[in-house]
């Protein structure tokens, strides 16, 4: 989302660029992300916008969609929901968006899709790499696909050469589309994801039980005024154009989705008898985040990096209680930090930051 903006803002600021500035900016990142379960699927799946073999009408569907930046913020006017299938070789998706007005009008490949009303993936099939893919596709099955070497913030760039190869994508429209005149229900994307398309070499061509990707989803929402003939975007007194809805399957807590540690998780498993995703993981995940987001905020105003925990309580006391279970050894030198997060009963379970957001498990 917001490509060219963050390009911009990459070109004008310096290279590391963090949001957090203040308490109040880091408690807006504490809600939870949100947890799927993908099940396989039980026969061959037609990419046509159509979720009607057997395997779609017994998967569930994720949680509705909310305004990107959280509970804050009003509930999405209109309902969208996402589900998954997999098999070895591919990751299949299925969103509805209902709409009762479908419009699209960008045609070409690799144009900025989110200047229309959008459907938008983020892929992190690689824990342990920075990478991901974005995928935007509108009402007239029109896609546009990046890799991101890392997130913007971090200095990251989006590598629109990208083709995510064998990519099979079909859209649906309950109602008409670019037709002001009547009332339409909803439009859906299907698509079909080979994993050889995401992995680099090395790594493997086929998606393993019990695997865990990060991913999320978003649906940009334009304001439109509506003749007997034609949509336009909605313009303020200025005569700006407002600006859009930004509704997500895992709330970030700020309108950036360029945030992958508050992605969501998956996991692909095989059958309704399976272990959950480890929350003391999920924990240990968010706790050095937190860290990470704490020492932004204490640097912005000491004009260094705190070198305990101790440090970081006088920002956020809670901190203390979430790092109870860990033993934390800063590393520090003049303007870099290297933090390792140990837990106490699991010592396998550990992870490392440092100030420039890499974060090795």
């Known amino acids: ?102 419009k699209g009008y960008l045609k070409q490949k690799d144009t900025i899709i989110y200047h229309d009303n959008d459907f938008e993936i983020f892929l992190k099939p690689n824990l342990l790499s920075p990478e991901y893919i974005e995928i935007e596709i509108n009402a007239l099955n029109t896609v546009m696909d990046l890799m991101m070497t890392k997130p913007y913030r971090f200095g990251g760039r989006a590598n629109l050469n990208w083709d995510t190869k064998d990519l099979e994508t079909a859209v649906y429209h309950a109602g008409s589309i670019n037709n002001p005149q009547d009332k339409d229900k909803f439009w859906t994307v299907e698509m079909r994801i080979p994993v050889k398309s995401l992995k680099y070499f090395g790594e493997g061509h086929q998606i393993k039980k019990n695997e865990i990707w990060k991913i999320n989803f978003s649906r940009v929402q334009w304001h439109y005024d509506n003749t007997e003939t034609a949509y336009s975007k909605r313009k303020d007194a200025t005569g700006k154009t407002l600006p859009e809805e930004n509704w997500v399957w895992s709330p970030i807590g700020l309108v950036n989705m360029h945030y992958p540690e508050r992605w969501g998780h998956i996991k692909f498993i095989d059958d309704a008898n399976h272990q959950p995703i480890d929350q003391q993981f999920l924990s240990l995940e968010k706790l050095t985040w937190n860290i990470f987001y704490l020492q932004q905020i204490y640097r912005n105003d000491k004009k260094r990096y705190a070198t305990s925990i101790q440090e970081l309580s006088k920002l956020y006391p809670e901190i203390m209680n979430e790092c109870k279970n860990y033993d934390i050894v800063f590393s520090n030198s003049n303007n870099f930090y290297r933090i390792e997060i140990k837990s106490k009963t699991q010592p396998t379970l550990k992870t490392t930051i440092d100030s420039r957001g890499n974060i090795y498990y």
């Open 1 to 102: 989302m917001k490509i060219i903006a963050f390009i911009l803002s990459f070109i004008i600021y310096p290279v590391f660029t963090f949001a957090q500035r203040n308490v109040d900016e880091f408690l807006q990142l504490q809600s939870p992300p949100q947890t799927y379960y993908v099940h396989p699927v039980s026969e061959a799946i037609i990419i046509d916008g159509k979720d009607d073999e057997a395997s779609w009408s017994k998967t569930p569907w994720t949680e509705s969609f909310k305004d990107i930046e959280g509970s804050s913020k009003p509930a999405p006017a209109l309902e969208t929901q996402v589900k998954m299938l997999w098999d070895k070789e591919n990751l299949y998706l299925f969103a509805k968006l209902q709409e009762p007005h479908i």
